[in-house]
């Protein structure tokens, strides 16, 4: 019997007696509830101003539960509380513990990586502020903002910012004993070179992160406020910068910024558009009279009601953020069943009071209707992608002759020039969506694959094996496949009959060929070939399937390029020293620094070598011995 199904022995649905005795524990004050697996992991939390009333309706045979509330109890083995004196501290409370544990079953909104975010790292010494489409929680000092709706907006924006400001331009430095051009021209304040104080550098960054919390009056005036003392300094070239990046920020806020009524007050507006399945939010920040910010979220329309659904997308929005970024208004498209909760929550966050309303008429009740198009928009746009994604695995199903939609398909391609730097990449699509966050490289590690000699058949062989050798070492894993969302439903391999020889010949050998379902899609005419098959199947090009394995593999294909120049440029820039071991960067700057070449490196003498501040006789012989070998 296995983890999973020791788990569900031991929940506390399949013990009723325990279960009654439990709830009974529980008391009627308000307060926050966790439920917990088996392993003692956190599976959810909640609050209630009636805890256990909340907590029985979990196991009322007659109780609607969405799939997912209904998984989760299936594996609750354990319930704890904690009594609050107030529903507005356990509110306070459960999205602390929220934001410390990230249980999987308090998600509600759907990571599928569609929007992007911005992050800023305050948790590194020099802050970094990129984008990214993952909202990662390892560490709780990095602040996100978003997710953004309009991709190609944030990036101008981002650009901007980095010609407005002197930021790090390079995730990683151009040379090792200088700053790059980005510092002459005074983009980059010279981060690489710690040319800069952590201290000064974090005071910029804290200026960017007012514009993404759209606070970009509030920064304009703060910066005037700069430019006047600078001037009254009779510092004019510090006054002039500081000039230009108030002309800059007023000409970003012209440029991106959609001017609405009634400029006093910052309000956010929510409003969701749903269908059987999907539910599309849209959030709109307004600011000082403009549009600053127009989040989207998506969420299960099982998940709960209208007005509980925008609920808990704004206590997970706001969870996140600070208490500057908290408007004092906010419409809501529903009635939310705790509003009168949250609304004390926030003004507590704040610093002052935050109304909830849901407006009926006039200006506000306009700018929800605006609101909530844009989210049917999305939605209706989520409905025809979700349609043509069905239909193409569906259309593969049956050119395959597969009992069920291959939900989660995996591509392999071979990358390399001439057998150099050879490396492989797996992409992988889940329900016709590239799933990013599930992709992998590998470098080929076959000593027969080298400059001069490849070998795309063995190669792939071996990224094969060390992909499912686990499944042979650990056959235990095979029992219930349709619970492990890590084994794919279909394997397509970029190539043709050899390559998927090669591959059959690897599962076989790990006794998997029965359990993996794979294929080779060949690039010159688009042929599919099946294990044992010397004829591909006929099929059109064009059809929905064969479109979607295309789309896998120029993924694949894709990914694998990226991955081979970048080792590519990673060996052309290897210096010879990076060879040497014991020779770290610091050693090699103060070498070079004395001789000047390492030509001149490989005639020195051990003596001479030694003559290098912090190399040591033994060092100065591994040097030698490097260059003069026996």
Same mark, same amino acid.
């Given at each position: 019997?296995?983890?999973?199904?020791?788990?569900?022995?031991?929940?506390?649905?399949?013990?009723?007696?325990?279960?009654?005795?439990?709830?009974?524990?529980?008391?009627?004050?308000?307060? /926050?509830?966790?439920?917990?697996?088996?392993?003692?992991?956190?599976?959810?939390?909640?609050?209630?101003?009636?805890?256990?009333?909340?907590?029985?309706?979990?196991?009322?045979?007659? #109780?609607?539960?969405?799939?997912?509330?209904?998984?989760?109890?299936?594996? /609750?083995?354990?319930?704890?509380?904690?009594?609050?004196?107030?529903?507005?501290?356990?509110?306070?409370?459960?999205?602390?513990?929220?934001?410390?544990?990230?249980?999987?079953?308090?998600?509600?909104?759907?990571?599928?990586?569609?929007?992007?975010?911005?992050?800023?790292?305050?948790?590194?010494?020099?802050?970094?502020?990129?984008?990214?489409?993952?909202?990662?929680?390892?560490?709780?000092?990095?602040?996100?903002?978003?997710?953004?709706?309009?991709?190609?907006?944030?990036? #101008?924006?981002?650009?901007?910012?980095?010609?407005?400001?002197?930021?790090?331009?390079?995730?990683?430095?151009?040379?090792?004993?200088?700053?790059?051009?980005?510092?002459?021209?005074?983009?980059?304040?010279?981060?690489?070179?710690?040319?800069?104080?952590?201290?000064?550098?974090?005071?910029?960054?804290?200026?960017?992160?007012?514009?993404?919390?759209?606070?970009?009056?509030?920064?304009?005036?703060?910066?005037?406020?700069?430019?006047?003392?600078?001037?009254?300094?009779?510092?004019?070239?510090?006054?002039?910068?500081?000039?230009?990046?108030?002309?800059?920020?007023?000409?970003?806020?012209?440029?991106?910024?959609?001017?609405?009524?009634?400029?006093?007050?910052?309000?956010?507006?929510?409003?969701?558009?749903?269908?059987?399945?999907?539910?599309?939010?849209?959030?709109?920040?307004?600011?000082?009279?403009?549009?600053?910010?127009?989040?989207?979220?998506?969420?299960?329309?099982?998940?709960?009601?209208?007005?509980?659904?925008? %609920?808990?997308?704004?206590?997970?929005?706001?969870?996140?953020?600070?208490?500057?970024?908290?408007?004092?208004?906010?419409?809501?498209?529903?009635?939310?069943? %705790?509003?009168?909760?949250?609304?004390?929550?926030?003004?507590?966050?704040?610093?002052?009071?935050?109304?909830?309303?849901?407006?009926?008429?006039?200006?506000?009740? %306009?700018?929800?209707?605006?609101?909530?198009?844009?989210?049917?928009?999305?939605?209706?746009?989520?409905?025809?992608?979700?349609?043509?994604?069905?239909?193409?695995?569906?259309?593969?199903?049956?050119?395959?002759?597969?009992?069920?939609?291959?939900?989660?398909?995996?591509?392999?391609?071979?990358? =390399?020039?001439?057998?150099?730097?050879?490396?492989?990449?797996?992409?992988?699509?889940?329900?016709?969506?590239?799933?990013?966050? =599930?992709?992998?490289?590998?470098?080929?590690?076959?000593?027969?694959?080298?400059?001069?000699?490849?070998?795309?058949?063995?190669?792939?062989?071996?990224?094969?094996?060390?992909?499912?050798?686990?499944?042979?070492?650990?056959?235990?894993?095979?029992?219930?496949?349709?619970?492990?969302?890590?084994?794919?439903?279909?394997?397509?391999?970029?190539?043709?009959?050899?390559?998927?020889?090669?591959?059959?010949?690897?599962?076989?050998?790990?006794?998997?060929?029965?359990?993996?379902?794979?294929?080779?899609?060949?690039?010159?005419?688009?042929?599919?070939?099946?294990?044992? %098959?010397?004829?591909?199947?006929?099929?059109?090009?064009?059809?929905?399937?064969?479109?979607?394995?295309?789309?896998?593999?120029?993924?694949?294909?894709?990914?694998?390029?990226?991955? =081979?120049?970048? #080792?590519?440029?990673?060996?052309?820039?290897?210096?010879?020293?990076?060879?040497?071991?014991?020779?770290?960067?610091?050693?090699?700057?103060?070498?070079?620094? =004395?001789?000047?070449?390492?030509?001149?490196?490989?005639?020195?003498?051990?003596?001479?070598? #030694?003559?290098?501040?912090?190399?040591?006789?033994?060092?100065?012989?591994?040097?030698?011995?490097?260059?003069?070998?026996?």
């Amino acid at each position: 019997m296995n983890r999973k199904s020791l788990a569900l022995e031991s929940s506390l649905i399949r013990d009723p007696e325990r279960l009654e005795s439990r709830l009974k524990e529980i008391p009627t004050e308000s307060g /926050v509830y966790l439920m917990r697996d088996q392993s003692g992991d956190i599976l959810y939390i909640g609050k209630s101003k009636k805890l256990r009333s909340r907590v029985r309706s979990y196991f009322r045979p007659a #109780q609607p539960l969405s799939p997912r509330i209904a998984m989760m109890v299936q594996q /609750v083995v354990e319930i704890e509380f904690i009594v609050t004196d107030t529903e507005a501290e356990a509110l306070a409370l459960e999205a602390n513990l929220i934001k410390q544990h990230q249980p999987y079953f308090n998600v509600l909104l759907k990571d599928d990586k569609k929007y992007p975010y911005i992050c800023i790292t305050w948790s590194e010494l020099y802050p970094r502020i990129f984008i990214t489409r993952k909202r990662r929680t390892d560490n709780a000092r990095d602040r996100y903002y978003g997710p953004y709706v309009d991709t190609r907006l944030l990036r #101008q924006t981002l650009q901007i910012i980095k010609r407005i400001f002197p930021l790090k331009q390079r995730p990683k430095p151009l040379f090792k004993d200088r700053p790059c051009l980005n510092y002459d021209i005074g983009r980059c304040p010279g981060v690489c070179q710690l040319l800069i104080s952590s201290e000064d550098y974090r005071k910029t960054v804290q200026q960017v992160a007012m514009i993404f919390q759209g606070r970009s009056s509030e920064l304009e005036d703060k910066l005037q406020t700069q430019m006047d003392t600078a001037a009254e300094n009779l510092n004019f070239e510090q006054a002039a910068a500081l000039r230009d990046q108030i002309k800059a920020l007023k000409s970003l806020n012209a440029d991106q910024k959609v001017s609405l009524s009634d400029d006093t007050v910052s309000r956010d507006a929510i409003a969701l558009a749903a269908d059987e399945q999907h539910c599309c939010i849209q959030l709109f920040q307004v600011r000082a009279g403009r549009l600053v910010g127009r989040l989207g979220f998506f969420a299960e329309t099982q998940s709960g009601t209208p007005g509980a659904i925008l %609920e808990r997308v704004l206590e997970e929005h706001y969870m996140m953020a600070e208490g500057v970024e908290i408007p004092t208004e906010i419409l809501v498209q529903h009635e939310l069943p %705790e509003g009168d909760i949250l609304a004390t929550w926030l003004s507590e966050r704040k610093g002052r009071k935050v109304q909830i309303t849901a407006p009926q008429r006039q200006t506000k009740a %306009e700018l929800l209707e605006m609101v909530q198009r844009n989210a049917q928009y999305e939605l209706e746009r989520t409905q025809r992608f979700a349609e043509r994604n069905l239909q193409s695995l569906q259309d593969l199903a049956e050119v395959l002759d597969l009992s069920d939609l291959p939900r989660r398909i995996e591509g392999y391609d071979i990358s =390399h020039i001439q057998g150099s730097n050879a490396v492989a990449s797996q992409v992988v699509f889940v329900d016709g969506v590239p799933a990013k966050q =599930h992709y992998r490289h590998y470098k080929i590690k076959n000593p027969q694959v080298k400059i001069g000699h490849s070998d795309d058949f063995a190669s792939m062989a071996e990224v094969i094996r060390r992909r499912f050798r686990r499944y042979a070492e650990d056959p235990t894993i095979l029992d219930d496949l349709e619970e492990n969302d890590d084994f794919p439903d279909l394997v397509m391999i970029d190539g043709g009959k050899g390559q998927l020889s090669s591959v059959v010949e690897v599962l076989q050998d790990l006794n998997l060929l029965e359990h993996v379902k794979v294929i080779s899609l060949a690039k010159q005419k688009e042929e599919i070939f099946l294990p044992g %098959e010397s004829e591909s199947l006929a099929t059109d090009a064009e059809q929905p399937g064969i479109q979607l394995l295309r789309r896998v593999r120029d993924e694949a294909h894709r990914f694998a390029i990226t991955f =081979h120049r970048q #080792q590519r440029l990673k060996s052309s820039r290897r210096s010879r020293l990076d060879e040497i071991s014991g020779l770290g960067f610091q050693r090699q700057k103060q070498l070079l620094a =004395h001789f000047h070449s390492v030509d001149y490196i490989r005639e020195a003498s051990v003596e001479q070598l #030694q003559e290098v501040s912090g190399i040591g006789e033994q060092l100065a012989q591994e040097i030698y011995d490097y260059f003069h070998p026996a």
